[in-house]
């Protein structure tokens, strides 16, 4: 039978075409070889990837690529994106990996932004703006009954100052990650780190599997931006296992053919639909919207799939659109590790759990993160000292700023147990917390 180089397969789909047999099969991301395959090897020159291996042969790694940098920035989401052209603004040679083959596909998020987020981080571009936000409502759900308010409005007049906005995250994601290429960072799609390398305790850069093979790629510093998967963290020695009930667990929909106000984000805070979370209906225009719902993991009874289903089919406004996309995903709502660092080592945005915990907002907190590491292994390397302790201004920093609203944000969630957060109090502290109502 032929085999499949995975990292290499782009399923496109060609060398099914060609079996006589009917032995290739794909599924989705997967090419699936059936034992019907009988070696004829007339789908071999059909892949444009060199990803299928003749029986007795083994896959032939491609050219290869520098193999050391100042720093490697291991996800190209918008933590390691903004991270690797800070870095090479302040003169780094950077090289900026991710595992997809796509960057910012496929979309986990609700991508949703609060007034002033985006300030000072990158400037707000049409192409990646679906919709401004002026409006946002909240519905608390009791006893099967809903309480709809609406917060003062963020905005009288038309200005964008204080406006939040739904990303297009395919089209963002992509242009972060252009604007570090464009800086002068490496960018290499389908290579995934699969381990560290380490010089005694000190990582020393990175073990990188993808389309152009296995190599190791040296660093001064290496930033682990690999989302909530992440196992950059857990290899170099850093405690980034959550516990269930700092997971949220979700579904969503981006339902088209809705009619709803394209400016205003509407939240329901509902036991039975989100226990220990809530469900969001953000517009996208053009009759458009991703609705979707996140549950505390150490509360599911129901698969959030299931319940989402139920939501929509249960409003008629929903439940006339088509389901153009699925999406699901977790969202760390834990505290950041601590340490975040290690020699040589750092962690930003969802891999060191830098996620609002009580509205599940990362984007901006990631982005912020992934400049601030930047700037501290900038000045880390320059001094010729990339030992944790160096490194920990990062930490230190993060923990004056952001991490201290985080660090409240995460003591009031655990003040209003799930069965409070269908109430009057909490609903203001949501309202605030999502920048509305101020
Ligand atoms: C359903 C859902 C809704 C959400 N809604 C919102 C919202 O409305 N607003 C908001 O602000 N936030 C929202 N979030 C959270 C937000 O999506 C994340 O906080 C944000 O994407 C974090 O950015 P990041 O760069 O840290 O990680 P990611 O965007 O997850 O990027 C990590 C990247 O690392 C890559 N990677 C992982 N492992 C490796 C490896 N070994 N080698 C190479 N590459 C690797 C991944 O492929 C990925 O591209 C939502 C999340 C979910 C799941
Ligand atoms: S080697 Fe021949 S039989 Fe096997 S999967 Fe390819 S085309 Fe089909
Ligand atoms: S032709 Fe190559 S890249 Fe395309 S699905 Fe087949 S093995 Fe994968």
Known sequence: ??????????????????????????????????????????????????????????????????????????????????????????????????????????????????????????????????????????????????????????????????????????VFDRALAERAAQGGARLLVKTAAVGLLRDGETVVGVQAQGVWGRRDISARV?????????????????????????????????????????????????????????????????????????????????APLELLTRFVESRPFLARGSIVTLIAGGVPTALPPSPMVTDGCMLVGDAARQVDPLTGGGIANGMAAGRLAAKVAAEAISAGDVSRASLNRYEQEWAAGIGRRMARNYRLRARFPPAQRAGERFMHLFALTIGAGK
């Open 1 to 170: 039978m032929i085999s499949v180089d995975t990292m290499r397969c782009s399923y496109c789909g060609a060398c099914v075409s060609v079996c006589p047999v009917n032995a290739l099969d794909l599924q989705e991301t997967r090419l699936v070889v059936s034992e019907d395959c009988f070696e004829c090897n007339l789908c071999l020159p059909a892949c444009p990837m060199g990803a299928l291996v003749a029986a007795g042969e083994s896959s032939r790694d491609l050219p290869k690529v520098k193999d050391h940098y100042d720093v490697v920035v291991v996800g190209a989401g918008p933590a390691g994106s903004v991270a690797a052209w800070e870095a090479a603004a302040r003169g780094l040679s950077v090289l900026l990996m991710e595992k997809r083959q796509e960057i910012g596909s496929p979309v986990r998020c609700a991508e949703g932004l609060g007034p002033g987020e985006l300030d000072g981080l990158v400037d707000p571009d049409p192409r990646w703006i679906c919709a401004h936000i002026r409006k946002a409502r909240i519905t608390v759900v009791r006893d099967g009954q809903e309480h709809p308010w609406e917060p003062p409005a963020q905005l009288e007049d038309g200005e964008d100052a204080g406006v939040g906005y739904i990303l297009e995250r395919r």
């Open 222 to 302: 290496v930033i682990g931006a690999d989302g909530v998967e992440s196992r950059l963290g857990l290899w170099a020695g850093l405690d980034t296992t959550l516990l269930q009930h700092d997971l949220m667990t979700c579904a969503q929909f981006l339902l088209a053919g809705i009619d709803i106000d394209p400016e205003c984000t509407y939240y329901y805070l509902d036991r039975e639909a989100a226990p220990g979370g809530y469900v969001w209906i953000f517009p996208k225009g053009d009759g458009r919207a991703n609705v979707g719902l996140g549950v505390q993991a150490d509360l599911v009874e129901t």
